[in-house]
């Protein structure tokens, strides 16, 4: 008898590997797409005019946030504009337009700048917004496909679009100006950003996590200060300088003159390679390596790493000038998510 419980079992059938001819079609489509939107792109860099600094300014001399708005696929453009215009130092948030005309004008005040995408310029969820930034005189900057359109000649500065082609045979799907809508978003953001002098330490305030975040990472950000620093004078005996060694658990201490300055370091290294009966009796001077490897507390924590690999050590005194500040040990880094 069979058993009524057991799941039944269907064939898959396999995937048929695609023809030469099929192949070659795939290709060609990718390929003509790619060529249409690249083409859109250049058109788009030279018709770029005055008005694209107009809106730089718009937005620069803004008091509050950037709102950005669009429906549909423009709609998922905005929200990639705004997030990269808030993670490159100006405030920015995205409203959808149709919960904008159900509470959501209340998000934006006179203090702010107004950025919205529609291609045809026509988008009928659009309007509320547009009738609420001109009756309260908010900068209205809009990226649109037609200058004849009511939202280019209701903008305080509209940007137009190349008049290219969507890619695809039907012509028909938000392709070629989604790309075009994304790449002045990025080209705004980047303008915004090149003129607020915005630093790489600022990116990184705005991205302290994941690679990026790691990426520009300081020494200056995860070294052990001043308080923490194992220093002796090389007049030390070495039997004091084991204590301090161990105390400190860096593997090392550096040793200093008189006015501060870094003479050499003497590590877990030198020890086993001067192993003798008198070791405890010599000094600090009497082993150290002069000259050791050393970083400002600038420099990126990545390149820390390059240079404790490079010379295969595990730690670094930061100094300024010759005057250690801080230590940098390689576990640091690696609790930092540095490697």
């Given amino acids: 008898m069979s058993?009524?419980?057991?799941p039944l079992k269907t064939a898959v059938p396999a995937k048929a590997k695609p023809t030469e001819s099929v192949e070659n079609h795939d290709l060609a489509a990718g390929r003509r797409v790619l060529q249409l939107e690249s083409r859109a792109l250049w058109c788009l860099a030279q018709e770029l005019d005055v008005g694209f600094t107009r809106a730089v300014d718009i937005l620069d001399c803004a008091?509050?946030?950037i709102v950005v708005s669009g429906m549909g696929k423009s709609g998922h453009i905005g929200n990639k504009i705004a997030a990269t215009l808030a993670s490159t130092g100006a405030p920015a948030i995205f409203v959808h337009?149709?919960?904008?005309?159900?509470?959501?004008?209340?998000?934006?005040?006179?203090?702010?700048?107004?950025?919205?995408?529609?291609n045809s310029g026509e988008t009928t969820e659009l309007s509320d917004m547009v009738h609420?930034?001109?009756?309260?005189?908010?900068p209205l900057i809009a990226i649109v496909g037609r200058a004849n359109s009511t939202l280019a000649e209701s903008a305080d500065v509209a940007l137009i679009m190349a008049d290219e082609p969507e890619a695809g045979t039907l012509g028909l799907a938000p392709t070629?100006?989604?790309?075009?809508?994304?790449?002045?978003?990025?080209?705004?953001?980047?303008?915004?950003f090149e003129r607020k002098q915005f630093t790489e330490s600022d990116f990184h305030v705005f991205h302290p996590g994941g690679k990026l975040g790691q990426s520009l990472v300081r020494v200056r950000d995860i070294m052990h200060g001043?308080?923490?620093?194992?220093?002796?004078?090389?007049?030390?005996?070495?039997?004091?300088?084991?204590i301090i060694i161990t105390a400190k658990r860096f593997g090392c201490v550096g040793v200093v003159d008189e006015s501060g300055d870094l003479l050499g370091i003497v590590t877990d290294g030198d020890l086993?390679?001067?192993l003798a009966d008198d070791l405890l009796e010599r000094t600090?001077?009497?082993?150290?390596?002069?000259?050791?490897?050393?970083?400002h507390e600038d420099a990126l924590a990545a390149e820390a790493v390059r240079v404790m690999n490079a010379n295969e050590i595990t730690g670094l005194f930061v100094t300024d000038d010759a005057r250690p500040v801080g230590i940098l040990h390689i576990h640091d880094c690696l609790r930092a998510g540095i490697s």
């Fill in 132 to 138: 609420f930034s001109r009756r309260y005189e908010i």
């Fill in 284 to 295: 600090a001077g009497d082993l150290m390596t002069i000259q050791p490897q050393t970083i």
């Fill in 176 to 192: 070629t100006s989604t790309t075009m809508t994304l790449a002045l978003g990025d080209a705004l953001a980047v303008a915004l």
């Fill in 63 to 65: 008091k509050g946030r």
């Fill in 226 to 242: 001043e308080a923490d620093l194992p220093l002796v004078g090389p007049d030390m005996l070495m039997s004091e300088v084991l």
């Fill in 3 to 6: 058993d009524m419980n057991a």
């Fill in 272 to 274: 086993r390679r001067n």
């Fill in 97 to 118: 337009p149709a919960e904008a005309s159900h509470g959501d004008l209340g998000m934006i005040t006179r203090d702010d700048a107004l950025l919205v995408l529609s």
